[in-house]
């Protein structure tokens, strides 16, 4: 049935970024309709190309196709030495580079069997919050402009520039920072540090209340967003979701509770889980909350932990030429979007034999395929937000 | 607090060890259930793994999964190994309800790494042996749709493999990429 119009349809799909085979999965006779979104979608958050089969306003099918961002991360990994590696780190899910550091830093100080002085743990705790913090804004901010609402992005902007400026007194950086080291942290905090860390956590929540007061529980966003998306427990363990996905789905899981790394067993804090309260479990309503009602748990941790910090060394003594016995290695961590794990294979030199990086929006992303079946093109643009991707972890 | 930590010493870690690893606990229970198949438990540290013929890995994961006592529900990770003459492949399975880890380890022959597909025991495994395909060239056997996942199709070779060879910028224009 290729007639001389069907070739010349498909050389203007080609160079439309489709490719012809894609083409040919379409029902012949239906109005089904093969849509682009992406790789410069604004509400995919960076690279991601999401191939739409479309029925009308429907979405048939949604396949994700990623790689637009893939920077040999694991590859340079077994070619740099392993406190090298920090800085490619940051640059996994650039967002919240404090939680990246912190989880290779972990991996290698496991791998070594290194002592982190107890000072360090807590200056580790506080800015990996801060930044929890500052990753969950850029969420919540960019989510309400996705589905139309433009204030709390500016709110939650300037909430987040406190949260650099305090970043950036201590490690010099605004997104990078390389600030986790391995075996304590790059410098000790400033004199100033606390103080406005104290400063900013005080008048953190009422803004947090103001943002909750314009979108959270805005009639027209609960409209758009409650029981769109819903994510079964069951489903989303199968599929590998961690983090805020996971607990919107019910799963009462978090890390820092459930398998203590560092000092967070010492801490008072409640692990913030979907309940469905304004439509099912598990909707893109309770994926957003579960993060607005985790930033108010972060400065509840980050209180207790600027009351607590002790004196001493921020910093173990790490030999320049660091060789981690041969051996293998896996560790975990909690990080703003679910859990992040690197997985080391040493053989006693300088560098690691392979470096895996299991990122959590990775697996996150590939439920959504299966979500966006018989969805209204809209509703899935906030399905995707909800998901809160970050392509550098995905593509690494 | 021992303000003097030592590096590099092969001591077992002072802190940061939260997670439950009983991969040396499941060797002896799947030794019994699959004889043959179960070949050996390393002696690496910190983590160890039990190393399964990979014929036999769906059967030892469908166990993993389904016994009351491991209930492994989450397949975590998976990750492709350059060992030289055999390609490995590395499965970390973890337990939500008993909360431990389970490492699970098969080697494939270089020139024909075949490794059965986990896709039907976790939905997990189908974009990670998608990823392990793409940088490996390990091929899962009954994958529902194994395709690159980050490389363009058209990409030449395996690039986490270490005999692998960076093309010239030549070479990629001539494959128009």
């Known amino acids: 049935m290729t007639g001389v119009g069907e070739e010349a349809m498909d050389v203007d799909l080609k160079s439309l970024g489709f490719r012809v085979e894609e083409r040919r999965t379409l029902a012949s006779g239906s109005d089904e309709l093969l849509i682009n979104m992406g790789p410069q979608h604004p509400s995919t958050h960076g690279v991601l190309r999401l191939l739409l089969r479309t029925d009308g306003e429907e979405i048939q099918e949604a396949v994700p196709f990623m790689g637009y961002l893939h920077r040999c991360a694991e590859k340079i990994g077994e070619n740099v030495p392993y406190d090298t590696y920090t800085p490619y780190t940051d640059r996994l899910d650039y967002l919240s580079s404090m939680n990246n550091n912190w989880a290779w830093a972990m991996t290698v100080e496991k791998l070594a069997g290194i002592e982190v002085p107890q000072r360090a743990e807590y200056i580790r705790v506080i800015v990996a919050e801060l930044n929890r913090i500052a990753s969950h804004l850029v969420m919540v901010g960019t989510y309400g402009l996705d589905l139309g609402a433009f204030t709390p992005f500016l709110l939650t902007f300037r909430e987040r520039e406190e949260i650099l400026d305090i970043l950036e007194e201590i490690s010099g950086g605004r997104l990078c920072y390389g600030y986790i080291r391995i075996g304590g942290v790059t410098d000790d905090i400033t004199p100033t540090f606390a103080t406005k860390c104290r400063a900013f956590l005080r008048q953190y929540v009422s803004k947090l209340d103001a943002i909750n007061e314009l979108l959270s529980y805005n009639r027209i966003f609960i409209r758009r967003t409650a029981n769109v998306g819903p994510l079964s427990a069951e489903k989303a363990i199968a599929c590998g979701c961690t983090g805020p996905i996971l607990r919107a789905s019910g799963v009462d899981w978090d890390l820092r509770r459930d398998e203590p790394y560092s000092i967070y067993d010492k801490f008072d804090w409640n692990v913030c889980v979907g309940k469905g309260e304004k439509g099912q479990l598990g909707d893109t309503w309770d994926r957003y909350m579960v993060r607005v009602r985790e930033m108010y748990e972060c400065v509840k941790i980050c209180e207790q932990a600027l009351e607590g910090i002790p004196e001493g060394p921020f910093r173990a003594k790490v030999p320049r030429n660091f060789k981690p016995p041969a051996g293998e290695c896996y560790f975990r961590a909690e990080n703003p979007r679910g859990e992040l794990a690197f997985y080391v294979v040493s053989d006693g030199s300088k560098r690691p034999v392979r470096v895996k990086v299991r990122g959590p929006s990775f697996c996150n992303l590939s439920v959504v395929q299966e979500l966006s079946r018989n969805m209204l093109v809209s509703d899935f643009v906030a399905v995707v937000g909800s998901f809160d991707l970050v392509m550098g972890e995905v593509d690494r | ?177």
């Open chain 2, 1 to 177: 607090m021992n303000q003097e930590a030592k590096a590099g010493e092969p001591k077992p870690p002072v802190i940061n060890n939260s997670m439950r690893f009983r991969t040396e606990e499941a060797f002896p229970v799947l030794k019994s259930h699959f004889g043959d198949a179960v070949r050996s438990l390393s002696d690496t540290r910190p983590d160890r793994h039990i190393l399964v013929r990979p014929g036999f890995l769906p059967e030892i994961c469908k166990f993993l999964r389904d016994d009351p006592d491991w209930q492994c529900n989450m397949l975590h990770c998976v990750t492709g190994l350059d060992q030289a003459e055999t390609l490995a492949v590395v499965y970390h399975l973890f337990s939500m309800p008993k909360r431990h880890f389970v490492v699970l380890k098969t080697e494939v022959l270089r020139d024909s790494p075949m490794v059965p597909t986990l896709a039907h025991i976790w939905p997990s495994a189908d974009w990670l042996e998608r990823e392990t395909f793409d940088l490996f060239g390990i091929v899962f056997e009954g994958h529902p749709d194994l395709r690159r996942i980050l490389l363009p199709d058209e990409w030449i070779g395996h690039p986490l493999r270490k005999d692998y060879e960076m093309p010239t910028h030549e070479k990629l224009r001539e494959l128009g990429l």
